[in-house]
């Protein structure tokens, strides 16, 4: 039975690392914006730094700027380096808006790190354009002492899937002149889904698994069989009764000594 054991362990650790490295294969930054080269100013549209893709800052009316960043939510490797920040409460109800290619890719998601002075924007309201209107996806709420990943889920928006897809993010609750936000390490990623021949070798990986495992099982040692002339023994003792056996044998011995001394 260990050996069994043995061996299924072994293949399921094998498919789990099959599995790992289909999904790490199809891992995918759709499109992605790290900020650090807004060195010169904030324009009204910025390229993404990774994939392909464009934000668009036009709906501001100022405030636009940059802070120092984070590396929350950062790719490997990036430093720091510096943060998007927006600043006013004249900016209520404005938003960024960013745009991708999401041809031959599904299950998205969006991630990114935030934070905000104490009278800056309170909410975040993330939405995506599903063709007709602005459809709410989650409400971002960013700390007020220190950075934090968000993550937004938006595989149940299956519009944004397979073509191209817009979202936004709109600030809500700034309540000075002086109140920012800072965002930072912003991107739109593909979901993890193996591919037919990564699937494929999953299940040849189990199979093989199962076969070693009944092999295993076939191949266990028979018990030892008893020696001619030996009874063969009745069962194992308890713990209780080898205890017993050990220590009347020395009163056994005791007693045989004193007969022998009398004779």
Not at 14 to 40: E, I, K, P, Q
């Amino acid at each position: 039975m260990a050996r069994l054991h043995g061996g299924v362990a072994a293949a399921l650790a094998g498919v789990a690392v099959l599995w790992f490295g289909a999904c790490s294969a199809r891992a995918d930054v759709v499109a992605g914006w790290h900020f650090n080269g807004l060195t010169g100013g904030v324009p009204t549209s910025v390229a993404a730094d990774a994939g392909s893709g464009s934000m668009s800052l036009g709906q501001f009316t100022g405030g636009l700027g940059t802070l120092s960043g984070t590396d929350v939510n950062a790719w490997s490797g990036d430093a720091a380096g510096l943060a998007l920040a927006i600043t006013g409460s004249g900016q209520n109800g404005r938003w960024m808006e960013f745009t991708a290619d999401t041809t031959g890719r599904s299950q998205l998601s969006l991630s990114l790190a935030a934070r905000r002075s104490s009278s800056g924007f309170a909410q975040a309201v993330v939405e995506a354009w599903d063709g007709q209107a602005w459809r709410s996806a989650a409400t971002l709420e960013p700390s007020a002492t220190q950075w934090q990943q968000h993550q937004v889920d938006l595989r149940d928006l299956t519009f944004l899937q397979n073509g191209s897809a817009r979202v936004r993010i709109r600030l809500e609750g700034a309540t000075s002149g002086s109140g920012n936000v800072r965002f930072d390490n912003l991107r739109l990623e593909a979901g993890v889904v193996p591919s037919p021949g990564s699937a494929a070798a999953l299940g040849a990986a189990a199979a093989i698994g199962s076969r070693r495992g009944g092999r295993g099982q076939k191949g266990q040692a028979a018990p030892p069989q008893p020696k001619a002339g030996v009874e063969p023994p009745k069962g194992d003792q308890s713990a209780e009764g080898a205890s017993e056996a050990s220590s009347s044998a020395p009163r056994k011995a005791a007693r045989g000594r004193s007969s022998r001394g009398s004779g």
